[in-house]
Each structure stands twice: as structure tokens, then as C-alpha cells.
């Protein structure tokens, strides 16, 4: 049965960044754009894939590198075959990786070209969310609290999981300890990065969020009391359009709300 779902997004270069290195999917449609207002879509799909790239700064050409990643899982996704309902695996996000490489890793403008990658797809069993390196995915509960369902792939997280440091805020530290451990990189040797994979199932009144690192600081521990609310239309709308207003400005921003069907 084919059902509407609710996805709003919002993407916005910012005031100090000269490039728009962020990048967004909904659905099959890539959308790299140095400001997206807050929009929202009802997409009719039996399988619907959300998903939002960031441009490794300190890397060259991230801006090439997580439009091209997204370009190239879109194409994935399209290419399964008629009728074919499954989600896109870890295995799928390396074949990206190999043909990044191909696209990009011979041009000594775009080798090393690297991006993160958060990616939903919504399926009858569930939300399969596949991770690489420090954007996030987060449950919006009923309640209207955010859960983060991914752990960053940086060199902070690792070592406090390795116990070596005390488990923190990871924002407040150096920028050499929030370094990513994970990426995406136009590089053939660099095959040995980390594919974070889980399935989650989003009860009614229940929705799931996408972002870039720089959305985290704005994102509010609990929406508010509006959130589950039958008045309100427009939630994920609504929500984005709340998220984006506190935005610092200093980096690219993009995030993605998918409300699926009840």
C-alpha cells in the first residue's frame, strides 16, 4: 500500500562558511542549494530515503565529495530492482565509497574529497539508519523529546568508549578531539571506515530527524507542548522552522524531519 509521509527539510550555508560543503536527499532528489527555506513535502512512496552529507572542511572539495556520495546512493536506490523493498545496506554504502573513488580520486583537485553521511529508509519493518563520521539521526518521541540514535564517529567518542577520557560534553571540547575517526573519502586506500547500521520502529506520533553537525547546538532537548497537539498541522514543518531560527550561523546547516504515515 502506498502511503504519504510528511518530510520537511532546510539547508542554509551560513554567515562565515564560502562554501555549501552540506548536501540533502528526499527521497531520489539530491538538493545542494546555498539556502533551502524550511519546505515541506508529502511524498507518496512505499519506501521512502532521506539522507544528509557534510563536506569534510579540512579535506579538499567537500563540497564535490557529499553531493556527489548523495548522487551516487540515489542512484542505488533507483537501481534496485522493480518491486524490490529492501533497504540499502553497509555493503551498499562501500560500493559508494568505490565509486566516489572512481569519480573523484583521479583529479588531484577532488582526491582526498571526503563527507559524512546520515541516511534513513523507511520500510514496512522500520527506519534503517546507516552512519559514517558526525551527523546525527534523532527519535522525536510522542512526547516531543529528542533521542540521538548515533554515536560520532570522532576521536573524543572513541576514546571515551575506550575509557581513556571521562565521558563528556563532546562539543565543548578542542577541535582536535571532535576530529573525525569516520568518513567517506575519495581514496582508495581509505576503505577501512566505520558503517554504523541499525533499525528502528517509530511509533505513532513519532518522527525522526537528520542533521549536520551544525545543527546540534540549536536542537532544544524537548520540541514543546505543540508537538502532539491534533491543532497543530505542519509538525515537521513546524519544527524545522524552530530548529533553523536558532542556528548560530557558523557553519552550513541542513536537517531533514520525516513524520511517516500513521
Known amino acids: 500500500m502506498t502511503l504519504i509521509h510528511q518530510i520537511a527539510f532546510a539547508t542554509h550555508i551560513g554567515h562565515l562558511p564560502r562554501k555549501q560543503q552540506d548536501a540533502l536527499v528526499v527521497r531520489d532528489r539530491v538538493i545542494q542549494a ?38 551516487i546512493l540515489a542512484d542505488l536506490w533507483r537501481a ?20 566516489l573513488c572512481e569519480r573523484l580520486a583521479g583529479h ?10 546520515v541516511m534513513a529508509h523507511l520500510l514496512d519493518d522500520g527506519v534503517h539508519i546507516l552512519h559514517v563520521g558526525d551527523s546525527r539521526a534523532y527519535r522525536i518521541t510522542a512526547a516531543g523529546d529528542l533521542c540521538c540514535l548515533t554515536k560520532d564517529h570522532t576521536a573524543a567518542r572513541r576514546l571515551i568508549e575506550e575509557g581513556e577520557i571521562p565521558d563528556c560534553d563532546v562539543e565543548k571540547l578542542g577541535s582536535i578531539m571532535r576530529s573525525l ?21 517509530l511509533t505513532v506520533g513519532e518522527g525522526l530527524l537528520l542533521c549536520t553537525d551544525g545543527v546540534i547546538d540549536a536542537l532544544p532537548g ?5 508537538w502532539g497537539q491534533d491543532k497543530v498541522t505542519d509538525h515537521a514543518l513546524r519544527l524545522v522552522q524552530q530548529i533553523m531560527d536558532g542556528v548560530s550561523g557558523e557553519d552550513n546547516a541542513t536537517l531533514v524531519v520525516l513524520l511517516p504515515s500513521g
Open 34 to 71: 546555498l539556502v533551502v527555506q524550511p519546505t515541506v513535502e508529502d511524498v507518496q512512496a512505499e519506501d521512502c530515503l532521506i539522507a544528509v552529507a557534510d563536506g569534510v572542511t579540512l579535506g579538499p572539495a567537500g563540497e564535490i565529495a557529499s553531493r556527489t556520495l548523495l548522487e
Open 80 to 99: 534496485r530492482g522493480k518491486g524490490e523493498l529492501r533497504p540499502l545496506s553497509a555493503r551498499d554504502i562501500r560500493t559508494a565509497q568505490f565509486r
Open 108 to 117: 588531484s583537485r577532488t582526491r582526498g574529497a571526503a563527507t559524512t553521511l
Open 181 to 201: 575517526d569516520g568518513a567517506l573519502i575519495a581514496d582508495y586506500a581509505a576503505d577501512d571506515f566505520p558503517v554504523d547500521v541499525s533499525t528502528v520502529r
Open 222 to 226: 524537548t520540541v514543546g507542548d505543540w
